[in-house]
């Protein structure tokens, strides 16, 4: 039987019913929908709408029903249109018409928006934890890897090099970005909606303040017709979870890159690596054009919501029941993709020679600049030297260690027999040693810090 049948002489068609129930999707709330319940029958029982019997009653069979949930005994029956129907409706069954005494005073829209907030809170606290355990596996790669070198780029050009930690540990920090999103969007979470009734408020003398504490939010929603439609914690989590999939896109393009053969800096461990069903020899990661390719996906379930958050009129409308789905899609993703990303990370094999291999003396081009500036040309004028003895080199096809003195001093008078040194890539390193740069010194500080806001 439907919550709502009175005023119909007919029951809903078919085809509507497969177009409008949830309970497919939204029984994945069921344990947040009989919190709220008994949360709210509590609430009932202390306003004196029901008798404090009435409410051990219903409490007690809404208890049995989660048991019925937990054991997978619990059975849907033709015409439970969604999860709080389902409960309502076995409830009754287990304790005869007192449970129709729960509803009162409340709307599906209270209550939904009530469970989807609690089921949000947890599952940003659930994403927290597992981008912690994908940080932690990014500091002990890195922790070993403060003096390995690999070429830096910029335009996916070689630059300057820089350590694998530093290049690690560059994720770190986005990742931590990520952690403080899904940390203030927790915050705003964490308003409670029940006692909003259908729009208007709750007409009996409830305690929301209470009812709000006993669900672990931290204070009631402010406004009943703002409540009963604020979906902006859905957004808000769809687009910290877009971000971070962003970065991790980021990563695994990297990985992808850096495991090429042509660049053969990184090995993923064969737990972690695909093959071809034809041509025998290769080694392909997957996982990383996944997070990559999903990375699409996350992003139109967001894309997707805000178009149907746009323009609702003002109160609850059926067009909110979407928000489900992106979100439980989005979440899902996740859960599926951070373990892989994780384990990949931590079983990532660093190949220092290929990567010493690779590093030219191109990318000592700026040390070379910055070693006239200390001899005490200006920097623009160091510059326009440098890139006169890079095209140079290029002409003479040598390295640029290889040009002599005389030929440097042709270009500017500031080289002296020390410029030696400069064609060291340690030593590059080891000069970038400011706050947040990549020296061996530098990146130490940083993982420190890391470990510290880590802690906290
Ligand atoms: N399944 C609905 C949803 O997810 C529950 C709220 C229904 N409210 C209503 N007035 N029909 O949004």
Redesign the pocket.
């Known amino acids: 039987m439907s919550l709502w049948g009175g005023r119909f002489s007919q029951t809903s068609a078919d085809d509507l019913r497969a177009l409008n129930d949830?309970i497919e999707f939204?029984q994945a709330l069921c344990a947040e929908d009989i919190e709220g319940s008994i949360v709210y029958a509590r609430a009932l029982a202390d306003a004196d709408v029901i008798t404090q019997a009435e409410a051990e009653s219903i409490i007690g069979g809404l208890q049995q029903v989660m048991r019925e949930f937990d054991t997978e005994a619990f059975e849907f029956a033709e015409g439970d249109e969604?999860i709080?129907t389902a409960v309502e409706r076995r409830l009754t069954e287990l304790i005869g018409d007192v449970g129709g005494k729960l509803h009162t005073g409340r709307?599906?829209?209270d209550q939904?928006a009530t469970d989807f907030r609690l089921w949000s809170m947890r599952a940003a606290e659930h994403l927290a934890g597992e981008l912690r355990q994908l940080q932690t596996a990014l500091i002990s790669v890195a922790e070993t890897h403060c003096d390995t070198v690999l070429p830096g780029y910029t335009h996916l050009q070689p630059a300057q090099p820089i350590s694998v930690a530093h290049w690690l540990m560059s994720f770190f920090w986005m990742l931590e970005r990520d952690q403080h999103r899904l940390r203030s969007a927790r915050e705003r979470m964490a308003e409670c909606p029940l006692g909003s009734g259908a729009l208007a408020g709750n007409p009996f003398p409830i305690d929301r303040r209470q009812i709000a504490a006993d669900l672990g939010f931290e204070r009631p929603s402010e406004n009943s017709l703002d409540a009963v439609s604020d979906r902006d914690f859905v957004a808000d989590l769809l687009y910290a979870v877009s971000l971070c999939a962003v970065h991790l896109s980021r990563l695994a393009e990297d990985i992808l890159i850096y495991s090429n053969p042509a660049f053969g800096f990184i090995t993923l461990d064969d737990r972690y690596s695909t093959g071809s069903s034809l041509m025998p020899q290769k080694r392909n990661a997957d996982p990383m054009e996944l997070m990559r390719g999903k990375t699409g996906r996350l992003i139109g379930n967001l894309a997707g919501f805000l178009s149907t958050l746009k323009g609702l009129p003002s109160g609850?409308n059926?067009d909110?029941?979407e928000d489900?789905e992106a979100l439980f899609d989005s979440l899902e993703t996740m859960f599926l993709l951070l373990p892989v990303i994780t384990a990949s990370v931590s079983s990532l094999m660093i190949n220092a020679k290929a990567m010493s291999e690779a590093l030219s003396e191109d990318l000592l081009a700026t040390d070379l600049a910055d070693y006239l500036v200390k001899k005490g040309l200006p920097f623009r004028q160091a510059h326009h030297a440098v890139g006169a003895i890079v095209s140079l080199a290029a002409e003479r096809g040598s390295e640029l260690s290889d040009l002599d003195i005389e030929t440097l001093q042709g270009v500017s008078g500031y080289f002296a027999d020390d410029v030696a040194g400069v064609f060291d890539f340690s030593r590059s390193l080891a000069q970038r040693s400011s706050f947040g740069g990549t020296s061996a010194a530098a990146v130490k500080l940083q993982i420190e810090r890391a470990k510290a806001t880590l802690a906290r």
């Open positions: 949830s939204d969604d709080h709307s599906r829209n939904v609850y059926k909110l029941q489900k």
